[in-house]
Nanobody, 123 residues
Framework: QLQLVESGGGLVQAGGSLRLSCAASGRIFSRYVMGWFRQAPGKEREFVSA???????DYADSVKGRFTISRDNAKNTVHLQMNSLKPEDTALYYCGASAGDYMTAARDLYNYWGQGTQVTVSS
């Protein structure tokens, strides 16, 4: 089992920034593709960003240029720096871990999930 705990969410005004963190424990963190997803009320959980063990990254079009994902394999953490936040970024943000060999935006290919951290962006 891999346990994931997110932190860093909160309330911010449009144009502001937040930095989300995900702390992992229980297995060899560096072997997993790590991803961030989000879910707004009444909507499906959607892909935000992913990072491979080697640091390759991928982003949803809606966040490109505004969000940056990073990981520290020595500290078993992954971060999501979110800048220029918009009201439509409001959602519950989840950290996920995929045991597959390739980066993926497919929610069903993530094996472990955290409980989520709420991000609310006011206009």
């Amino acid at each position: 089992q891999l346990q994931l705990v997110e932190s860093g969410g909160g309330l911010v005004q449009a144009g502001g920034s937040l930095r989300l963190s995900c702390a992992a424990s229980g297995r060899i963190f560096s072997r997993y593709v790590m991803g961030w997803f989000r879910q707004a009320p009444g909507k499906e959980r959607e892909f935000v960003s992913a990072i491979s063990w080697s640091g390759r990254t991928d982003y949803a079009d809606s966040v490109k240029g505004r969000f940056t994902i990073s990981r520290d394999n020595a500290k078993n953490t992954v971060h999501l720096q979110m800048n220029s936040l918009k009201p439509e970024d409001t959602a519950l943000y989840y950290c996920g871990a995929s045991a597959g060999d390739y980066m993926t935006a497919a929610r069903d290919l993530y094996n472990y999930w955290g409980q989520g951290t709420q991000v609310t962006v006011s206009s």
